[in-house]
């Protein structure tokens, strides 16, 4: 058996035995160069980080094109650097698993350091903070979850959290976008030091979503006399502080079981999933597909590293504003979403399981090919239509990749307007008719059937989590299967908040769509696979 701690370098038989790749690096080396220069900062060290940007980074550090691992950050959950990074000396196993049943393993160690960056964390407070003073820092790369961005509530106000860390001193700085600002004012102090923040969270326009936060900090900062114009100036030039846009794509569930059984019989004994209390589920070992793309704009104020020797595609905003209005709003993530909905409605644990219903795979395609991509710009790096054919051909069905729809569940308010939202408004900036919209609609009802927290059998279900769900769930508390309501006033509040529907449904005359599908669905048990069947059955 081996573990992640053991040698790898004197007991690389032992890896090879087990089918496991290890690094061509001396870990050691790796972590002193990032302590005396350190190069790249990862906020967010999650399993797409573990499965994707971490295995850039090897690849870059066994080319000696990066002499420097990784320094992890958590803002959030202590428990990801307690209990899945420092017992593991910040190792963990890469497992691409493809449609033939393969397992590629590799051991990662490209990850210097892990540090908890919250104020409550005195000692990761003063170390990141001290990271972000060394002019060889080039960028920060991110993947904390959409909602980790949030500075408003649903009406559009700075919310308790945002709102007191501009009244306050940057040293306490307790929201995302505040605890980064106080990192770069550091960097301001220390020299106006250039650096790229790269956001690769699954949203449109993710760079200047995260721009925008970090400048509603500062400007705020500002107002109250904390810091100066020059510093908002130096946020606000791209040659000093640059936020370029991304597009990142590899479907990379939480660690599962059945992986980790077979990982135990292969002969690797780190397998025990760990479920945080702050609700990351991670393991020693991350579980992912084997496409992927990473697309980020080319502004690095500080160089880079040669990303494209990794496979990461460098290239302009426009292209990769396309390439990624084109999977997150069209031609993966609205699919994903839908899957996520009906699935956790029809009682599947199972997203390969799901892509054997014929009517949840019409209502994929029906999405896909007839609603999003008639309104999607070629990105002309992709091809959109192949992209959706190798998504519902070999993707989602991979049956080795396991995926749940109650993963892609969670924050569904915080992607509606992004998953569906950005699509309908090329409909009403285009002038296309809505009138042949089946699908996006009978989605939407379906996530307002979904608050209701019942299956389509009656059982009731534990939805995914979502910052929104004790807000939006009182609405539709008392609606129960079988029951005549008034479908308008029940969802009016839910389908006129601007945060989740900034489109406004009457403009493109899909209100009543909706409530039509939605009266259908709560007919009785049995009514949403029927509704599903009778809107776009195959
Ligand atoms: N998993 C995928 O298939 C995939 C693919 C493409 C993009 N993404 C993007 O990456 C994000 C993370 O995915 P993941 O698979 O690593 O998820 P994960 O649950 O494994 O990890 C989430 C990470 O975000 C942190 N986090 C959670 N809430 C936070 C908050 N409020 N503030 C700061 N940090 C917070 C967690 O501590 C953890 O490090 C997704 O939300 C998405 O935007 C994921
Ligand atoms: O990661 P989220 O929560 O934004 O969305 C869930 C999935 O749709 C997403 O993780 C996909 O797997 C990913 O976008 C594929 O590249």
Known sequence: MVHLTDDYRRDSKAFAEAGIAVPKFDQQQVKQAAADAPVWVHF??????RCFHAKIAQELLDAGELKAGVVVAETYDDGVVEQAYEPFDNRFLQV???????YDKTLIASVADAIYYNKANVAGWDKLKKVFEQPSLQFVTMSITEKGYALRDVNGNLNAAAQADIAGDPENAATNMG????????RFNAGKLPIAMVSTDNFSENGKRFEEGVLTIAKGWL?????????????QNPEMVSFPWSMIDRITPNPAESVATVLKDSGFDDTDIIHTAKHTNIAPFGNTEVT??????????NGRPALDKAGVILTSRDIVNDADQ??????????????????SLLGYTSIAEETQNPDLVALIKQLGYNEDLPVVKDPKIIDPKA???ELINKRLPNKNIPDTPQRIASDTSQKMPIRYGVTLQHYLDSGKSTADLKAIPLIIAGWCRFLMAVQDDGQAFEPSRDPLLSELQPYVADVKL???VDAHAVLKPILTNKSIFPVDLDAVNLTKKVEDNFTAMIAGPGAVAKTLHAVVGA
């Open 387 to 389: 992209f959706i054919d």
């Open 482 to 484: 079988g029951d005549k």
């Open 179 to 186: 605890a980064i600002a106080r990192l770069l004012l550091a």
């Open 96 to 102: 691409v698993m493809d449609e033939a049943g393969n």
């Open 223 to 235: 107002a109250n006399g904390t810091v100066s114009q020059d510093f908002v100036d130096y946020l």
């Open 292 to 301: 992927h793309y990473l697309v980020i704009e080319d502004s690095f104020p």
């Open 44 to 49: 967010g060290g999650g399993n797409l980080f």
């Open 326 to 343: 084109m999977k997150v709003t069209a031609c993966l993530n609205p699919l994903h979403t839908s899957l996520a909905i009906f699935g």
